[in-house]
């Protein structure tokens, strides 16, 4: 009988509870209190005979000892406890109150304003919300960013130095930075690769089906999958399309007629669905399998990577994270419109030697 991956995950998470280290001051509460509440329980007595007589000490009809000072050692033991718990949640506090917490928030196709954001970051992280709002709501028409190379220049591009003054105000142990969004493709990865490894990020995706915001932690089953690698077709040129499937499925015919002449190479789940990727190790091991893709392609000679991606958020912000921007190739992420007559009609420069700044770029339909 095999054991279902939910109860797996539940008898883990009994197993850590039970074998966790305890905090001091519950140690000695519970202690004290144990002895405070079962002393009736506890008796004995013991006898000694001496010249003089004998002497008994016992619990079985009361006596100083059992009657004072026994519940007098179990108050004590939980006022030390209650005294050392308190002086730890300062001691925390304080420490919390040091520490900055850089909240990026991708307002896009919606807002993340009342969506409960800061609630659910402060929730995970302690310390003092910087926010810091990119905001494109007003860029949007008809679901549709308009105008997308002057909303780079003004709106995505300045946070670029933004954040990186920020990070620099502080040390990596005091600086954490959360991440929640609904940018388009190609200014998520962006962020992500501007982010990079500089810091501790924790990233947050909203659930669809919830209508909340979820962590991308450990905390989340791991189900194993990894990209599946597939040649779609090959190329001649110095320049390769590489299409990553994991929130929808990318129609490749559609890839191959905007991308005339290029090679196409495919990263792709086996399960494609919304609610893949809450698992911080599984995302950590699609990133790994990425960055490996592409430095294969940098060392094949290729000059060019066009990026497709069809990915949550979270997953396109940890996959920008990934790429390095000192040893890989060039590489360019792509805007998905399906009503587009030309479906990819612009994209973004990642951050690289030639591009310190990213840079946009659109495709003609005869490109």
Same mark, same amino acid.
């Given at each position: 009988?095999?054991?279902?991956?939910?109860?797996?995950?539940?008898?883990?998470?009994?197993?850590?509870?039970?074998?966790?280290?305890?905090?001091?001051?519950?140690?000695?509460?519970?202690?004290?209190?144990?002895?405070?509440?079962?002393?009736?329980?506890?008796?004995?007595?013991?006898?000694?005979?001496?010249?003089?007589?004998?002497?008994?000490?016992? &619990?079985?009809?009361?006596?100083?000892?059992?009657?004072? %000072?026994?519940?007098?050692?179990?108050? %004590?033991?939980?006022?030390?406890?209650?005294?050392?718990?308190?002086?730890?949640?300062?001691?925390?506090?304080?420490?919390? $109150?040091?520490?900055?917490?850089?909240?990026?928030?991708?307002?896009?196709?919606?807002? &993340?304003?009342?969506?409960?954001?800061?609630?659910?970051?402060?929730?995970?992280?302690?310390?003092?919300?910087?926010?810091?709002?990119?905001?494109?709501?007003?860029?949007?028409?008809?679901?549709?960013?308009?105008?997308?190379?002057?909303?780079?220049?003004?709106?995505?591009?300045?946070?670029?130095?933004?954040?990186?003054?920020?990070?620099?105000?502080?040390?990596?142990?005091?600086?954490?930075?959360?991440?929640?969004?609904?940018?388009?493709?190609?200014? &998520?990865?962006?962020?992500?690769?501007? /982010?990079?490894?500089?810091?501790?990020?924790?990233?947050?995706?909203?659930?669809?089906?919830?209508?909340?915001?979820?962590?991308?932690?450990?905390?989340? %089953?791991?189900?194993?999958?990894?990209?599946?690698?597939? &040649?779609?077709?090959?190329?001649?040129?110095?320049?390769?399309?590489?299409?990553?499937?994991?929130?929808?499925?990318?129609?490749?015919?559609?890839?191959?007629?905007?991308?005339?002449?290029?090679?196409?190479?495919?990263?792709?789940?086996?399960?494609?669905?919304?609610?893949?990727?809450?698992?911080?190790?599984?995302?950590?091991?699609?990133?790994?399998?990425?960055?490996?893709?592409?430095?294969?392609? $940098?060392?094949?000679?290729?000059?060019?990577?066009?990026?497709?991606?069809?990915?949550?958020? $979270?997953?396109?912000?940890?996959?920008?994270?990934?790429?390095?921007?000192?040893?890989?190739?060039?590489? %360019?992420?792509?805007?998905?419109?399906?009503?587009?007559?030309?479906?990819?009609?612009?994209?973004?420069?990642? /951050?690289?030697?030639?591009?310190?700044?990213?840079?946009?770029?659109?495709?003609?339909?005869?490109?």
């Amino acid at each position: 009988m095999h054991m279902s991956s939910y109860w797996k995950h539940q008898f883990s998470k009994i197993l850590d509870y039970l074998t966790r280290q305890k905090k001091p001051a519950v140690v000695l509460m519970t202690v004290g209190g144990t002895i405070l509440g079962g002393q009736k329980v506890l008796n004995f007595v013991v006898t000694g005979k001496f010249s003089w007589g004998s002497l008994t000490v016992g &619990t079985n009809d009361g006596n100083f000892i059992s009657d004072y %000072i026994v519940p007098i050692v179990a108050i %004590i033991l939980i006022v030390m406890g209650g005294i050392l718990m308190v002086l730890n949640e300062y001691l925390a506090f304080k420490q919390n $109150s040091h520490k900055r917490i850089i909240l990026v928030a991708g307002n896009g196709l919606r807002t &993340t304003s009342e969506t409960g954001l800061d609630k659910k970051v402060t929730s995970i992280l302690k310390g003092t919300i910087y926010p810091v709002d990119i905001d494109i709501t007003q860029q949007f028409r008809d679901g549709y960013v308009f105008e997308p190379e002057l909303t780079f220049i003004r709106k995505i591009l300045p946070s670029k130095d933004n954040l990186a003054q920020l990070l620099a105000k502080g040390s990596a142990e005091s600086i954490q930075v959360g991440y929640g969004g609904f940018l388009p493709v190609p200014f &998520t990865f962006f962020i992500g690769n501007v /982010l990079d490894d500089k810091s501790n990020v924790s990233v947050f995706d909203w659930d669809r089906e919830n209508e909340r915001w979820e962590h991308i932690s450990e905390k989340h %089953i791991d189900d194993g999958e990894s990209f599946i690698s597939e &040649t779609i077709r090959t190329g001649e040129l110095d320049e390769i399309v590489l299409v990553v499937s994991c929130s929808y499925r990318v129609k490749m015919l559609q890839v191959g007629e905007c991308f005339k002449g290029l090679g196409i190479e495919h990263l792709t789940l086996e399960t494609i669905a919304f609610d893949n990727h809450w698992s911080l190790v599984k995302q950590r091991r699609l990133s790994i399998q990425f960055a490996e893709k592409i430095k294969s392609l $940098s060392d094949m000679g290729i000059r060019t990577i066009h990026l497709i991606l069809a990915a949550q958020s $979270s997953v396109v912000l940890n996959l920008g994270r990934r790429y390095d921007s000192r040893n890989m190739s060039e590489l %360019i992420v792509y805007q998905y419109e399906q009503t587009n007559k030309n479906p990819y009609p612009w994209g973004i420069y990642a /951050l690289s030697h030639g591009h310190e700044n990213g840079g946009f770029i659109t495709r003609s339909e005869e490109q």
